[in-house]
């Protein structure tokens, strides 16, 4: 069985988005630097060479299922209906967007939390590891349900001074990480840590 691993993109200051994020707009006003090591220094397309490249390639084909949570399913427009790498993709959320509720749609919507959606995805990536993709709240929920084995944060060279912090509202004990990558780019250095702990509220 895979790892369900939890990566994103980070400002030095710590936004994962900048200020104003909204469908059509889905990283807020300049953050749509954050992803230019994806976009090999530009803002469109998927063009990343070297070490990103590889860092890239490598989460993709390492992937068999992700997991998002409904805010970054409405801000990415739910991709056009076409979910990243075209792989199962599980959205966390309270209601279900009637017209994308389809049997055979692109996207199941998963209403009893992040561990359901966590346990769903494991079975529909089979040896291939979970992606929670993309948004910090959905990192935030499955870091607290003790259901996170890694955490990758790409650490973009930026200081984005607003928008959505990471981490912000964290709610358990300390949880201490063990850091067992980094790679260099000028885009992004690429952290990786394995969660040491589980979580255990007070």
Partial sequence: MGKVIFSISMSLDGFVAGPEDRPGQGLGVGGEILHYWVHGGGADGFAATGPDRAVLDELFVDTGAFVVGRRMF???EAWGGDPPGGLPCFVVTHHVPSEWAKPAGPFKFVTDGVESAVTLA???AGDGNVALGGGADIGRQAIEAGVVDEIQIHLVPVLLGG?????EHLEVAPIRLERTRVIESPYATHLRFTVLDRPSRP
């Fill in 74 to 76: 409405d801000v990415s």
């Fill in 122 to 124: 494991r079975k529909a």
């Fill in 163 to 167: 928008g959505v912090r990471l981490f």
